[in-house]
């Protein structure tokens, strides 16, 4: 197969359905869920005038998470909006270990308090509680940052309701051309924003570590070239544009450097850029294709995707260079690793037998677990706390987006409606 075109099967994703919002639906969920309640918060001006119901934004996120089953207001015993109003002996009748009440008060210039408490029933105590000034726009966000406070409390693990993804979609035109969108959304598929819309394909986000640039990849001018673009400002800058191949940008821990594969000096190789100097290192040198670089942790090495044993296979090298270690043996086809933010394992494309799924190899043991069960799976990304992977899908219901736990039990398809999504990448937790 000619190697230009091998890499991009590296490196493209399967078509798959999507709109502006995504519609996330549990598809399995842990069992034994813990049950909460989250009480409407008292709002005492118009409803009209609340941009956002905090406890329905709230609810929404536990219960995606597959660890929480939340209550239906209908079937609650009473809607308490301060401690002392909480009938503590009604709720432990209906085995409600927790609750979350609130309420949201209007402030002056159009700005609100959000003022919220998680109360654990059996021990009468408050386990959390804040009062959070924000202006309209950011009321959403708030109820985010609720639902990752609860989150944390009540399992260990910290919350990423707060974060965003990005995806490129794909429209087909009236004339039948096709149109190509980088987009960004909250991690739950609402206030999509498009950072850029053009006539030739868009491939590879990959989010900065502080959150504020993506760089990704354009073929506007027929060619392949790597961008890094502000996604508050849209301003860009083009990294690299090399003759031949440009792709597989990966940013390093520390936001200082970019890996990505580059063809300038013959054969697809891996390459660092040194962000401020705009220098360049080369890596690997292999007369095979070296592609798909994803930085360790601690910046200290990179797993990659190469042919050079006859079939696509990760290999680990340090970020200095070096020798190459071959990593995974089972299945024709290992592909697109990327490093969990603990460091201890990857996520990756394991084929074998004609089908694609989404695996989880620890990186001690050399254990791979497979965590998808569809025949076509593709491009997994980590959320920030290591607890979910997002993926895309192709299943009888058509190509879609769908995220999976860590350990395989929860899992949730993420709908879009209008033209395709490609290559979901989750971003890092918000900078303080």
């Excluded at 409803?47 to 219960?63: E, G, K, Q, R």
């Excluded at 850029?273 to 994803?294: A, F, G, Y």
């Amino acid at each position: 197969m000619n190697k230009n075109i091998l890499v991009l099967l590296f490196g493209l994703l399967l078509s798959l359905n999507a709109h502006a919002a995504l519609d996330i639906t549990i598809t399995e969920g842990v069992e034994q869920a813990l049950p909460i309640a989250i009480v409407p918060f008292e709002w005492q001006g118009l409803p009209d005038d609340l941009p956002v119901d905090m406890h329905v934004t709230i609810a929404n996120d536990l219960s995606r998470s597959g660890r929480f089953q939340t209550m239906d207001p209908a079937d609650m015993p009473q809607r308490p909006v301060q401690f002392s109003q909480v009938s503590f002996n009604d709720w432990k009748l209906l085995g409600m270990e927790n609750i979350v009440i609130g309420n949201v008060r209007p402030l002056a210039a159009g700005n609100y308090e959000i003022e919220f408490r998680l109360i654990n029933t059996i021990s009468g105590a408050q386990v959390a509680g804040f009062r959070i000034p924000a202006s309209r726009d950011q009321m959403r966000r708030t109820a985010h940052r609720i639902s990752d406070i609860v989150f944390e409390k009540l399992t260990g693990i910290r919350g990423a309701f707060d974060t965003r993804i990005a995806y490129v979609t794909v429209k087909k035109q009236a004339d039948g051309k096709k149109m190509y969108s980088m987009q960004v959304s909250d991690a739950d598929g609402f206030n999509p924003q498009v950072l850029l819309e053009s006539k030739e394909p868009l491939m590879s986000p990959s989010w900065s570590p502080d959150g504020k640039n993506l760089a990704y990849v354009s073929f506007e001018g027929r060619s392949s070239a790597i961008y890094i673009q502000n996604i508050f400002n849209g301003t860009r800058e083009r990294a690299a544009s090399n003759p031949g191949i440009n792709s597989a940008p990966a940013w390093s821990p520390d936001g200082s450097r970019l890996a990505m594969t580059l063809s300038k000096e013959g054969d697809p190789e891996i390459f660092v850029m040194h962000l401020i100097s705009k220098t360049i290192q080369r890596l690997t040198t292999n007369r095979s294709i070296d592609t798909e670089p994803s930085w360790s942790p601690d910046g200290r090495s990179l797993v990659f995707t190469s042919d050079r044993g006859g079939s696509p296979q990760i290999y680990q090298m340090s970020a200095a260079g070096g020798e190459a270690v071959r990593l995974t043996f089972t299945g024709n086809y290992n592909a697109r690793a990327r490093y969990s933010p603990d460091g201890k394992s990857l996520a990756l494309v394991h084929g074998a037998d004609g089908m694609y799924r989404i695996a989880m190899m620890d990186l001690t043991q050399k254990y791979m677990n497979l965590l998808t069960t569809a025949r076509y799976d593709e491009s997994p990304s980590f959320s920030p706390n290591g607890s979910m992977i997002i993926y895309a899908t192709t299943t009888g219901r058509g190509s879609e987006l769908a995220a999976v736990s860590a350990d395989g039990r929860v899992h949730q398809r993420l709908a879009f409606q209008d033209g395709e999504v490609r290559e979901p990448a989750w971003g890092p937790f918000p900078q303080p």
